[in-house]
């Protein structure tokens, strides 16, 4: 009996619907594959046409259509010239918040045949994991704006850190370092921030303890940032809060190879809510309708649902197969080549067929 299982997908805008179309074919060819379990696939529209056209960029009920599935894929949101990025946005960070998904993963590791942005870094010397605490911390939607349009006014936006939610994310942090080389930083900036990140740091010192296997330390924000430049080699697994996470993945991402290829995955561990799946990349207006983006991100992610759904058989079948594709030199307009997003699709799709 092949198992079934929902997928809720939700394309976005800009490229997002772009790199969804051929992540779905891969997905599609795996299961055939794979033989030992059926996706069925919910589109949702939603996004900025959707909000021009309705008012709302989702529906009220969005939260309730999206909890009986089994897993969210979505492709990118935003589209700055149409909407505010504040109310494009608004559900993202809401279906992470109120599905609790707490642990935002993003590996970056370097693919072999691809050029670094860092002179003679080789694939072995860029391989970490930042975990991002996706459910509090800055993201919190607490503050609001006094004496509007005057010269007086004043903005204050509040970060909310909870010692329940920072221990269960280190712990998270540790657990991944177990199986990985035993090392973790901590992000940091305790040195002005001094109530939100001492209290993460007096959690890391009664927690580290408890993994006497994985050597740990604390490191500013803005040192990580320079020595993810300088010696990316000295990082494993990295836990961060929600804001400082977000940045650095993005750097995390450019050093692996480029936004177009890295993943991520907004996972609730405890598998009380559907966890999401999400290139780490946007709706990249710049490009989107010109059919080059990298779909390898989202593909990427897709193996991480499918780690999530106890699939990793068929996650790597994806991984192995972008390995190969970018292994043979195939590459998009944003890794130097010419491809364009429904080539490298076919690609991927060929070195998916067994030999
Ligand atoms: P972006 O990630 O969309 O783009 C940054 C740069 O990377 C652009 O030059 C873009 O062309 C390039 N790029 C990104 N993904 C690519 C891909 N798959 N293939 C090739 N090139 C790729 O970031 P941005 O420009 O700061 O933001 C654009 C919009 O996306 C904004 O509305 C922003 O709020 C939104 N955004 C959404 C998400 C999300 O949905 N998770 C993430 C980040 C930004
Ligand atoms: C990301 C994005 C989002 C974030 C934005 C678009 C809300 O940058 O997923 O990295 O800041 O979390
Ligand atoms: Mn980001």
Known sequence: MSK????????????????IAPTL??????????????????????????????????????????????????????????LPDHVTLAPLIR????????????????????PCVLADKRPEQIDMLVIRENSEGEYVDQGGRLRRGTPDEVALQTAVHT???????????????????????????????????????????????????????RQHCDAAAMNMVRRPEQFDVIVASNLFGDILTDLGGVLAGGLGLAPSSNTNPERRFPSMFEPVHGSAPDIAG???????????SAAMMLDQLDLPPAADRIRRAVAQTLAAGHQTPDLGGALTTNEMGERVLLQLEPT
């Open 290 to 300: 010109r059919g080059i983006a990298n779909p390898l991100a989202a593909m990427l």
């Open 4 to 19: 079934s299982l929902n997928i809720a997908v939700y394309p976005g805008d800009g490229i997002g619907p772009e790199v």
């Open 163 to 217: 010692r329940r939610g920072v221990e269960r994310i280190l712990r998270f942090g540790f657990r991944m370092a177990q199986r990985r080389r035993r090392k973790l930083t901590m992000i940091t900036k305790s040195n002005v921030l001094r109530h939100a990140f001492v209290l993460w740091e007096e959690v890391l010192h009664e927690v580290a303890g408890d993994y006497p296997d994985v050597s740990s330390e």
């Open 25 to 82: 074919r891969v997905l599609q060819r795996v299961e055939q594959l794979d033989g030992t379990f059926q996706l069925r696939f919910t589109e949702f529209p939603w996004g900025a046409e959707f909000g021009r056209e309705s008012g709302r960029v989702v529906p009220d009920d969005y939260l309730d259509q999206l909890r009986p599935f089994d897993a969210i894929l979505l492709g990118a949101l935003g589209w700055p010239e149409r």
């Open 95 to 114: 279906i992470r918040q109120a599905f609790d998904q707490y642990a935002c993963l993003r590996p970056a590791r370097l693919f072999p045949g691809l």
